[in-house]
C-alpha cells in the first residue's frame, strides 16, 4: 500500500527542560510526536509528522508560546515533505519478535515456534501506536508482569490504547474487565481488531475517549490497575482523575516520559496520595509503578 499522500516532516532542537512544551505545541498540526536524542551540544530532537503540510504561520505563533514559556527563543523549524514510500510495507519487514518477561509480543507473519511458557501476543505494525518494540511499551509490558499476581480480578484500565497491546497483555493474564480507550477512532478500530485476533474481544471493551470524565471508562468500584502509556505533561494534567478512579489497593503504571520528565510526573501524583513503588527504565524512557 503506497499512501496518496506522502506527508509532511516537522522538525526542531530544543533543551530538554523545553521538550515537553515544544511537543505540545506541534501537536495540533500533526499525527504523531516524538522526541529523542541528545545531540552533541545537549539538545533534544523534536519530531512531528502531518498528512498536510501546515499553516506556516499559526505554526510559528504556536512556538512561539512554548518558546516563550520555556523562556528561550523559538528554535529553528524545519518543515518538510516525506518521500512516497510504503511505509507500513517497511515496517512489517523490519518488525521483528519481541521478549519482554513472559510476553513474546510478534508479527502475523512470524512462522517460528512460541517460546516455552510465554504469552504470545500478535500485533502487526499499523496506523496505532504499540507493538512492543519501544521502550516505553516495554517498560509498561514488564511492570504489568511483575504485577500479574494481583491483576487477576481487575477491572483494569488501559488510557491511550493505541494498538491494544497493553490491554491485550493484561487480559492475557486472566483478568476479567479491561478497557482500551483512546481519543483516536483509528486507534480504537485497530485495537478492536487485534483484540479480535489475540482472542480477548470478550473481557476487553475498547472504547473512544478523551479522558476519565467520560462515562463509558467508570468503574463504580474503582480500578484495580489504571495504565497511561502517553506523553509527560498528559500524564501530569490526568494526575487527578487517574488517583481518583484507583481502588484503594490499586495501582498505576505511567510511561512515555524520559528520564528527565520523571521528577515533574511523580510530583504531580504526589499531591494526589500516590507513593512511587517501581521504576523501569529502557532506552531512556522510564516506566513508573506507583499505589496508594
Request: proline share 6%; aromatic share 4%.
Amino acid at each position: 500500500m503506497t499512501l496518496p499522500a506522502a506527508g509532511w516532516k516537522i522538525q526542531l532542537q530544543a533543551p530538554a527542560a523545553a521538550v515537553d512544551l515544544f511537543a505540545s505545541a506541534l501537536e495540533p498540526f500533526s499525527l504523531a510526536v516524538a522526541s529523542f536524542g541528545d545531540t552533541p551540544d545537549g539538545l533534544w530532537t523534536v519530531e512531528a509528522y502531518a498528512a498536510d503540510r501546515p499553516d506556516q504561520a499559526l505554526l510559528a505563533a504556536s512556538l512561539l508560546v512554548a518558546a516563550a514559556a520555556a523562556g528561550i527563543d523559538a528554535p529553528p523549524l524545519g518543515c518538510e515533505p516525506l518521500p512516497q514510500k510504503d511505509w507500513l510495507a517497511e515496517n512489517l519487514e523490519s518488525f521483528q519478535p519481541v521478549r519482554v518477561g513472559r510476553y513474546f509480543v510478534h508479527p502475523s507473519h512470524h512462522a517460528g515456534p512460541l517460546p516455552a511458557g510465554s504469552i504470545a501476543v500478535e500485533i502487526d505494525a499499523a496506523t496505532a501506536f504499540g507493538t512492543g518494540g519501544h521502550g516505553s511499551t516495554c517498560g509498561c509490558l514488564s511492570a504489568i508482569d511483575r504485577l500479574a499476581p494481583a491483576l487477576r480480578n481487575g477491572p483494569a484500565l488501559d488510557l491511550g490504547c493505541g494498538s491494544g497491546i497493553l490491554a491485550i497483555a493484561i487480559a492475557k493474564l486472566g483478568c476479567r474487565r479491561v478497557i482500551a480507550a483512546d481519543i483516536d477512532p483509528e486507534a480504537v478500530r485497530v485495537c478492536r481488531e487485534n483484540l479480535r485476533i489475540n482472542a480477548v474481544a470478550g473481557r476487553v471493551q475498547a472504547v473512544r475517549a478523551a479522558g476519565l470524565g467520560t462515562r463509558n471508562i467508570r468503574a463504580e468500584e474503582g480500578f484495580r490497575l489504571i495504565v497511561a502509556n502517553i506523553l509527560a505533561r498528559p500524564l501530569m494534567v490526568l494526575a487527578r482523575d487517574i488517583a481518583g478512579n484507583l481502588r484503594e489497593d490499586g495501582c498505576v503504571i505511567l510511561s512515555g516520559l524520559l528520564a528527565a520528565q520523571e521528577p515533574m510526573v511523580l510530583g504531580a501524583y504526589r499531591r494526589c496520595g500516590l507513593v512511587l513503588d517501581g521504576r523501569i527504565t529502557i532506552d531512556g524512557w522510564r516506566t513508573l509503578i506507583l499505589r496508594r
